[in-house]
């Protein structure tokens, strides 16, 4: 089913495994936080990347099974969609609590790591659902998708290094 697609899911599993070891990059930028706002952060925010690339490589690995048919990736894509949207859906909720115009939690935190992983998983739901019925166009639409969660994870784990990255008292 995946035969033209064996590279692309291998690179992509391999470029998630990369994403969620700078994960811990970060968390070592973090040294000089208070460790309660390092447990909240981390559930906003680290959270949500680990378990976008977790899921990269669920599916990856799916993808590369020699005889996987596709109602059975079907049943794996759905499993993912359904838990990555109401993470999404927790990840905005959390988000649009702790928002103000005072705080930290900038307006794009909410779309970047609540809303659009939301949509990425409606979409994979969706895709999910082609595979179920044997639609032709699903293996193109969920290696789309799996780029989309890639390319997020990428845009926010910069977010968050930048974010983190230690800074000088003597920096204006």
Same mark, same amino acid.
Request: charged share 10%; aromatic share 12%.
């Given at each position: 089913?995946f035969?033209?697609?064996s590279?692309?899911?291998? @690179?992509?599993?391999? $470029?998630? $495994?990369?994403?969620?070891g700078?994960?811990?990059?970060?968390?070592?930028? *973090?040294q000089? !936080?208070?460790?309660?706002?390092v447990?909240?952060g981390? /559930?906003?925010? *680290?959270?949500?990347?680990?378990l976008?690339?977790?899921?990269?490589?669920?599916?990856?690995? $799916?993808a590369?099974i020699?005889?996987?048919?596709?109602?059975?990736?079907? $049943?794996?894509?759905?499993?993912?969609?359904?838990?990555?949207?109401? !993470? +999404?859906?927790?990840?905005t *909720?959390?988000?649009?609590? @702790?928002w103000?115009p005072s705080?930290?939690?900038?307006?794009?935190?909410?779309?970047?790591?609540?809303v659009?992983?939301? +949509?990425?998983?409606?979409?994979?739901?969706?895709?999910?659902? +082609?595979?179920?019925?044997?639609?032709?166009?699903?293996?193109d639409?969920?290696?789309?998708?799996?780029?989309?969660?890639?390319?997020l994870?990428?845009?926010?784990?910069?977010d968050?290094?930048?974010?983190?990255?230690? /800074?000088?008292?003597?920096?204006?």
């Open positions: 089913m035969r033209n697609w590279e692309f899911y291998l @690179l992509a599993g391999s $470029a998630a $495994a990369v994403l969620i700078l994960v811990f990059v970060v968390v070592t930028l *973090m000089d !936080r208070p460790r309660s706002s447990l909240n981390s /559930k906003l925010y *680290m959270g949500p990347v680990v976008h690339m977790s899921f990269v490589l669920v599916l990856s690995g $799916a590369l020699p005889h996987i048919d596709g109602q059975q990736f079907a $049943a794996v894509a759905a499993i993912v969609a359904l838990w990555g949207f109401v !993470r +999404g859906v927790f990840s *909720m959390g988000l649009l609590r @702790l103000t705080n930290e939690v900038h307006w794009t935190d909410i779309w970047y790591y609540g659009i992983p939301s +949509g990425l998983y409606v979409a994979m739901g969706v895709v999910a659902l +082609g595979f179920w019925m044997g639609a032709g166009w699903a293996a639409a969920i290696a789309a998708v799996v780029a989309g969660l890639i390319l994870s990428v845009r926010d784990e910069y968050l290094v930048t974010w983190l990255a230690p /800074k000088s008292d003597d920096e204006s």
